[in-house]
């Protein structure tokens, strides 16, 4: 067995580069806007401190194992998983856990290429000034209109997946790290605007209140469950986007702290995005925290056409969550990719078209949840919020727990101690006690009370 691998995609030009990239994979729809209406649905406070534990005790453990098993195989997800199995001598099922991975890779960027279109679309909407001086009602039209039409949402989801394949295309270095480096700056910078408006045009110490007062009682086990799939949806974790990324992570780059960081930007921009979205919706009259999915596309239209130019803000907020969603979704089709170009020998161009295709065509399911088919549903979801819920909730824990019982009690130690040179011992001790005991645990029992909670009582 080579400690060492090479693979045929190449690597990122740096240790920062891929901090970047990992970064613009997991900063996405999910910090902007799934992480505000999930905690005003679930109550804020005590949503985000189980969130934050979640993150801190099971996501960076779990990621910390993804980067290790990817690095180790340098190769797509799946492959890179086989190569490790069959390195540490191991039962072969245990590389199906690769293959979870690429079908919720898959089935996410499905519905994720529908709701970036959202965003793409309100770029527009928020410049043609169309909504100057709106009401919540009226904003709530202009939401609903959207959705109405299969035909915009259609064009716009195209329009997203193309915007992904031209970064795809393009490789490792030239198209994903160009990419992740141009882009991720530009978001921080963004950001921060953003959060200066807030702070000095919103009711910013509500939305501070209202994220940080911790009252458990307000919180379901259906909810727990919701926040720890919120944490691996927002790292990208329990599916391939941060294995296949970690393939291309330079050998001398130390795991630990890398994945550290990442985990502090991402937590980062969820909480400041839950401000931003925070301030402006307490500060406007009507508008609940507790809307669901429409909370962002409803009230900053609202909040910004009611200032002159705001609008112009308003629309620079949509490009940034369009660009955090381009960055996340080409980590989705990365995996994907490279394990057609691995299994058909296939060149990136074609892969990507085919993978792209499959996903367009099972996007369209999301697409039409908002109108046509939005009277069908299963088990009490629609085909949209089904997909959302079973990956997130379902098939990332899954795959995550699988992952983190390979590297706790299966994988060869010396892979183990040949990844994880350079992680100081303070938290390479942390992480084996995080994998050994308490994250296989607590995904077991979260998952279980939070299925029990949803389908069964
Ligand atoms: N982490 C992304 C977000 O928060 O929007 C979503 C995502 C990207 C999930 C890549 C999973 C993934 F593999």
Known sequence: MALQQKGMHGTWASRWTFIMAATGSAVGLGNMWKFPYVAGINGGGAFVLVYLGCILLIGVPVMMSEVLIGRHGRQSPVNSMKETVTDSNANSKWRYVGWIGVLAGLLILSFYAVIAGWALDYILLMSSGELQGVNGSGAGAAFE???????????????????????????????????????MPLLFVMLIILLGFSFFKGNFQAAFDFLFSFNLDAL??????????????????????????????????????TVLIVAFFDSAVAIISGLIIFSIVFATPGLEPSAGPGLMFISLPVAFGSIPGGLLIGATFFILVSIAAWSSAISLLEPCVAWLMELKNLSRAKANLIIIFITWILGLGSVFSFNIWSDYSFMGFNFFDFLDF????????????????????????????????????????????????????????????????????
């Open 145 to 183: 209109n959207l959705l109405a039409s299969p035909l915009r949402l259609i064009l716009w989801q195209t329009v997203f997946l193309g915007l992904c394949v031209a970064v795809v295309i393009g490789g490792v270095k030239k198209g994903l790290g160009l990419a992740v480096e141009t882009l």
């Open 220 to 257: 379901s086990w259906r909810g727990v469950l919701e926040a720890m799939g919120q944490a691996f949806f927002t790292l990208s974790i329990g599916m391939g986007a941060i294995m296949a990324y970690g393939a291309y992570m330079p050998q001398d780059a130390n795991i630990g702290k």
């Open 390 to 457: 079973l990956t997130a909730n379902i098939m990332l824990p899954i795959s995550g727990l699988f992952i983190t019982l390979f590297v706790a009690y299966v994988i060869k130690s010396e892979i183990v101690s040949f990844e994880m040179q350079g992680t100081s011992g303070v938290i390479l001790n942390l992480w084996r006690i995080a994998i050994r005991f308490i994250a296989p645990f607590a995904i077991s029992l979260v998952f279980i009370m939070g299925v029990y909670d949803n389908f069964v009582s």
